[in-house]
């Protein structure tokens, strides 16, 4: 009878015992260090790992420069914003539309950030009506645009102005959709 | 008795050859003196006029070929005016006997085919020099109108011709200066616009500027001396008065738009549209630059001035009323008044040399035509029609003819027209596309 009994407690502490043994030991199974393979593949990831890091930083800059350029910021990409776009005008007018103030507006504010900075507007035509009208209106168009300068605080000696008339348009075909390209001023930086 | 007889033969021959040898340098009668021309519209009726080929005089090589020369430009010259139809050399009925070019004329060989003037010569050609005899007839009055003759080197003929001419539309309708004028224009090749010349009728087109840029608004001066033209050789538009001959001369360079230059007539000054004070304004300026005065005073666009020929009255283009009108202003007194109601855009003025009329380019529907209104408003009357873009008219210096520039076919080219509208012909062609002619005044160094 007793033997019996001890049997049973010793059944009851030796398989926990065993178990608990074995998963210590599963636990205590460490893994073997890496091969020269692995390590190279370590330093890929790694490699990768610093280059996104490095995209984000370079997008980020991006989106802060072009939030400086929308408020006027320098470098290169101003520059070549402010040469690149015209202002449009009606047939045979020379008054700033609100599309033309707008894009004036922010010509004024890349003169402002960069006050070593000189500008030429030039008055194009469109090729109907005398050139020598043209060339008249062409001269009106341009000193419309940079009186509205002059308003905003840009010296007027930093602005100079040209009249090409009809003389040298953007779009040499005909039409109201060629026609209207060409009533316009354009700029340039000195 | 006989001895009695050949003195009183040779008596008649030295009075008959007296008498033919001071005909042949009769001045000029006055003009006028034939009505063939009606004032109203010259050239509704055609005069016909035959022009056989000149007597070669002497029969030396060459001068065959000459005298069908000369016969063929004075033909083509006085085709040019207008006035004449010129009857066809076929139909000609010429005793190739007679000696019709030595006052030996049948007029009814003329009358019969229609003629009413009739112009024969002879030409005698020694070395390089020539000799040229011309006369005009009145077939029907059966008389001599002009006896001309003319020395010069072979070289010359085209000169001789056109002096003969002159002598002719002298006496038909009292004006001159047609033949020894020019007319300078504006020709566009691959984005550069130069400044030619050319004779009257369109001969011997001759590049003025050369800088490879853009060259605009050519005006002759009265003496037709000087030049003046806007160009693009400084990157902007600044007004140059050139002598022609020398090559010297005035730049004027304000800051803004220096152009459409017109001379006063009679006087080393000029018009001139100038933009340094703001706006675009005519001033008054000498020949060598200097403003002398502002002629117009009005925010907006003021340009294109042409003067009467009396240098008393000046025509411009305005829009202070909104679009480009025509605009007169007394000089004296500072008046301006409006000339032009018809129409949106009005723009081109030329002041004729007659005084009486204005030409300009007016816009409707789209298309440029040319117009001819009196210059007290009244008696508006369109030109041209249907045939593209009509722009930039010029007067002749008699006032008979108008040059201007027009697209009709396609490409912009120089015609010419008589100052009634008719007879619009193409004046001359060269590579690219001409524009904006003007025509001088009267005698031309050449």
Request: a positive charge; hydrophobic letters at 35%; aromatic letters at 10%.
């Amino acid at each position: 009878m007793h033997k019996k009994l001890w049997l049973c407690l010793a059944l009851l502490l030796v398989i926990p015992g065993l178990l608990f043994t074995t998963s210590c030991a599963k636990k205590t199974v460490k893994s073997e260090p890496a091969t020269k393979e692995d390590a190279a593949k370590k330093a890929e990831v790694e490699a990768a790992r610093q280059a996104e890091l490095e995209r984000q930083r370079k997008l980020q800059e991006e989106r802060l420069k072009a939030e400086r350029v929308k408020s006027g910021g320098g470098g290169g990409a101003g520059r070549a914003q402010f040469e690149k776009e015209n202002i449009y005008f009606e047939f045979d007018r020379s008054n700033l539309k609100m599309d033309a103030q707008d894009v004036l507006k922010q010509k004024a504010a890349f003169l402002k950030a960069n006050p070593n900075s000189n500008a030429i507007i030039q008055g194009h035509c469109d090729e109907r009506g005398t050139n020598e009208y043209n060339l008249a209106l062409g001269d009106r168009r341009a000193n419309s645009a940079k009186k509205f300068l002059e308003n905003l605080g840009i010296a007027g000696s930093r602005i100079k102005t040209v009249s090409f008339g009809e003389e040298r348009p953007l779009n040499t075909g005909k039409g109201d959709a060629a026609w209207a390209k060409n009533r316009n001023c354009q700029f340039r930086l000195q | 008795m006989t001895e009695r007889r050949r003195m009183y033969r040779i008596c008649v021959y030295l009075i008959g050859l007296v008498a033919l040898a001071t005909s042949l340098f009769v001045p000029t009668l006055g003009a006028q003196q034939y009505d063939y021309i009606d004032i109203s519209n010259p050239f509704l009726k055609k005069i016909p006029i035959a022009i056989p080929p000149l007597k070669a005089a002497t029969g030396n090589p060459g001068e065959d070929a000459l005298a069908g020369s000369v016969a063929d430009q004075l033909s083509k010259s006085l085709a040019f005016t207008a006035y004449f139809k010129m009857l066809d050399p076929d139909a000609f009925l010429i005793d190739q006997n007679s000696d019709w070019t030595a006052g030996g004329v049948n007029f009814k060989n003329w009358t019969a085919i229609g003629a009413e003037l009739l112009v024969t010569g002879s030409i005698k050609h020694q070395e390089s020099m020539i000799e040229v005899e011309l006369r005009l007839y009145d077939t029907f009055k059966e008389r001599m109108v002009i006896g001309k003759r003319y020395k010069g080197w072979a070289d010359d003929q085209r000169r001789i011709v056109h002096r003969f001419c002159s002598e002719v539309i002298y006496i038909l309708t009292g004006e001159q200066g047609l033949f020894e004028s020019k007319i300078a224009f504006e020709s566009k090749q691959k984005g550069k616009k130069e400044i030619f010349t050319c004779d009257f009728d369109g001969y011997r087109p001759t590049q003025f500027t050369k800088n490879n840029t853009i060259n605009l608004s050519p005006a002759w001066s009265s003496d037709g001396q000087y030049l003046a033209y806007t160009s693009y050789v400084r990157g902007k538009p600044d007004l140059y008065i050139k002598n022609v001959k020398e090559k010297r001369g005035t730049v004027i360079a304000k800051k803004g738009i220096n152009t459409t230059p017109a001379w006063v007539p009679g006087s080393f000054s000029l018009a001139a549209t100038l933009s340094f004070e703001g706006d675009p304004e005519i001033y008054l300026l000498t020949g060598t630059g200097k403003i002398i005065k502002k002629l117009t005073n009005n925010y907006g666009i003021d340009v294109s001035p042409t003067w009467s020929p009396d240098g008393k009255k000046m025509a411009f283009v305005s829009n202070r009323s909104g679009s480009p009108q025509i605009y007169v202003k007394d000089v004296a007194t500072g008046q301006v008044k409006r000339l032009t109601y018809d129409g949106k855009y009005n723009t081109s003025p030329s002041w004729s040399p007659k005084g009486d009329r204005l030409a300009y380019s007016g816009m409707h529907d789209g298309v440029f035509d040319i117009f001819v209104i009196r210059a007290e408003g009244s008696g508006l009357f369109q030109l041209t029609e249907n045939t593209g873009d009509n722009e930039s008219p010029s007067w002749s210096p008699d006032a008979s003819l108008i040059v201007f520039s027009s697209t009709r076919l396609g490409l912009s080219r120089i015609y010419v027209m008589t100052a009634f509208g008719t007879d619009q012909r193409l004046l001359l062609a060269i590579p690219g596309e001409q524009t904006n002619p003007d025509w001088s005044r009267g005698v031309i160094n050449k």
